[in-house]
């Protein structure tokens, strides 16, 4: 069969070989812990067996990975329970007493809270540096800087950041990987291995799964040979993600590039509605010029997801902030995203490395698959609400 090249042919095409499977069109489902084997052969390795042992995943963790190769264009991949794990396991797999590792300061806040309060207990230096400030960036390598991790864009305030730049400095310092977040492109929109990055890890939990059932992450690695380190720290570490999770997983990819698409078209039209609002002062969506970083994305990204936030001209007091959020009809309150039902969260987040002196409430929204006016006239009548 030919490779495919277009996005929608390779979550469709991928991790799949029914074939194999009595012509059953999705790959099974197996529950193992005991793999047993044919011959003493067979179990001393002389002779080849797909599978030794439950925890190192069967057929269900093949085929996804299969396809999370083709999404990412990695060389390789493993999956984590979570995609909190994914992403803390990459960076535990670089740490080591004494190393230094450079965190973006817009990073997603749990990865933040694992490099300050575990990594550090391990002897791991950590230091954030501002994504947005690359000659900044170039002069927090030390001798015994290890890695580099990346998160674009931003959590909460999605500025994007000039990532080919960012990666030509930490390639310029010999032996420094790197690593990203690509969670909010879903694969689909950021290929941030074919610049150079050595790791792209996706809470698959969000985009991938799509239905807001499953927790799963995704670790892509741009070479066999990073694939090979990480694997064996992988499989040390126990790292065994569930073959329901997993199928549900797969099942969630087959549908992500039509989602996406929507989702998509569906944000940049409230995030139209809200720029052109009077009672809002900005709108925080990579798409829009009134983003930070909005050429780089235009350069890189080939898309634009349904996660963005907006900032109001005024700051909510409790009681307007109960207003608006106690009363959606549509945005449920929810941490999480990805999902086919629409959120809406304040805005809140940790920065050390860059001022954010920006007034006024901010909203984080995930857009749906809802009809795109029902949303925008719950927004329209919330913001009326708080303000009557
Ligand atoms: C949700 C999220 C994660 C963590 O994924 P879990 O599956 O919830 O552990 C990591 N990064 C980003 C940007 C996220 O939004």
Known sequence: MKKPHKIETIVTHTGTNPRAHKGVVNPPVYHASTITFESYAHLSGK???????????????RYLRDSINALECAAESL??????????????????????????????????????????????????FNPMDSEAFAKKFKPETEFVWFESPGT??????DLPKLVSIVKNNRGVKCGIDNTWSGGMFLKPLNMGVDYSAQAGTKYIVGHSDVMLGTIAC?????????????????????????????????????RMQYQQTAALKIAQFLAKHKRVKRVLHPALPSCEGHEFWARDFSGSSGLFSFILKEECNDEQMGKILDNMDYFAMGYSWGGYESLMIPGKFTRTQSQWNEKGQMFRLNIGLEAVDDLIEDLDRALKRAFA
């Not at 002779?47 to 963790?61: C, E, M």
């Not at 909460?156 to 950041?161: A, H, I, L, R, Y």
């Open 47 to 61: 002779l080849p067996t797909p599978y030794q042992y439950g925890r190192r995943g069967t057929d269900g963790d």
């Open 79 to 128: 999956l984590a329970p979570s995609g909190l794990l994914a992403i803390n396991m990459i960076l535990m797999a670089h740490a080591r007493s004494g190393v230094h590792f450079l965190i973006s300061d817009n990073c997603y806040q749990p990865v933040r809270h694992f490099c300050d309060v575990v990594l550090t207990k391990f002897g791991v230096k950590i230091d954030y």
């Open 156 to 161: 909460m305030t999605f500025e994007v950041c």
């Open 222 to 258: 741009r070479t066999m040979e990073d694939y090979n380190f990480l694997f064996a720290f992988h499989y040390a570490h126990g790292a065994h993600t569930a073959p329901d999770d997993i199928y549900l997983a797969h099942r969630g990819l087959r549908t992500i590039a039509v």
